[in-house]
């Protein structure tokens, strides 16, 4: 009896650590994606898998080459014709394989683009309406700033974008990540700064005259530092509106 008990306990035991296994993460501290590793992984996965395949037929292709190449002008192969169940096995099983890796390298690709879409909770909203040529950004407390993004280090941002005048697209390459704001509709991206430190922003989509000089920063502030100054600007921002 007392075996069998046991027995019963581990198995109940390790079915509950099935489960948790199984079970989303949701209703748990949510963790964080971090798009900025999983782009470069997949990237690096991308060019490995190409590089292999592609150094892989080049050596074949010239070993052949080499090997079946004709070595008079009155030589003729001796190779028969491939039995059409033979030729359609050349075909189809190597597309297989190669669909095979494809699809795989696809399917991290929807895994990193719904982290790309999934806003984390408790991001920090700002606003972003680009125009011709300027980045308006507008924090949850009114405070505006132009081309040039503060935020706290270690909080997500999540950026609301639509656009003044025609179509920008609002890029921070440190962060691999870029989305396109146009007038009448709300697009939005979010980034995870973790460490403080500055990342350029560039406009990724060619609205005119100076779109190349459509850049900013995001400068990623130790949390302190910026509750400091985002109060600080609140303030300037009352008296103002107060003396105006
Ligand atoms: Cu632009």
């Known amino acids: 009896m007392h075996k069998f008990g046991m027995t019963g306990l581990s198995l109940t ?119 011709m040529w300027s980045w308006d950004y507008t924090y949850p407390n009114g405070v505006k700033s132009y081309n040039e993004l503060r935020v706290p280090a270690g909080t997500p941002i999540v950026l609301r974008m639509t656009s003044r005048d025609t179509l920008h697209s609002h890029y921070i390459p440190d962060f691999r990540i870029k989305e396109d704001s146009m007038p009448g509709r709300v697009t939005y991206i979010w980034f995870h700064p973790q460490e403080p430190g500055e990342h350029v922003v560039t406009c990724a989509e060619y609205c005119g005259l100076l779109h190349s000089r459509m850049a900013g920063k995001i400068i990623a502030m130790p949390e302190a530092e910026f509750t400091a100054w985002y109060k600080a600007e609140a303030k300037n921002l009352e008296q103002n509106l107060a003396s105006n």
Request: net charge negative; aromatic share 12%.
């Open 13 to 131: 035991s390790s079915l509950i650590g099935l489960i948790a296994s199984v079970l989303p993460a949701s209703g748990y501290a949510q963790e964080i994606a971090d798009n900025v590793k999983g782009f470069d992984h997949l990237w690096h996965e991308v060019m490995v898998s190409i590089t292999i395949i592609g150094a892989a037929f080049a050596i074949i292709m010239v070993y052949f080459m080499i090997k079946y190449r004709r070595r008079s002008d009155e030589q003729e192969g001796s190779q028969k014709p491939m039995s059409t169940v033979s030729a359609i096995g050349w075909a189809v099983i190597p597309v297989f394989m190669f669909l095979a890796e494809d699809l795989y390298m696809a399917a991290k690709g929807w895994e990193l683009y719904n982290d790309y879409r999934n806003v984390p909770e408790n991001s920090m909203e700002i606003k972003l309406e680009s125009a």
